[in-house]
């Protein structure tokens, strides 16, 4: 959802910590970005050491 121009809301999950298991690819990592996006801090953990 996209706010009108000058618009500004607060991030969803601000002060919140959130942690993705099989953050690395796939839905994860759609996860992952989603939830920086709205303003949390993430850890996140994956199989493949290449990805991510």
Do not use: H, I, W, Y
């Amino acid at each position: 959802m996209t706010s009108p121009p000058g618009v500004t809301r607060p991030a969803l999950l601000a002060d919140t910590v959130v942690l993705v298991s099989g953050g690395s690819q796939g839905v994860g990592a759609g996860v992952v970005r989603a939830a920086v996006r709205e303003g949390a801090q993430v850890a996140f953990t994956g199989r493949r050491p290449d990805v991510g």
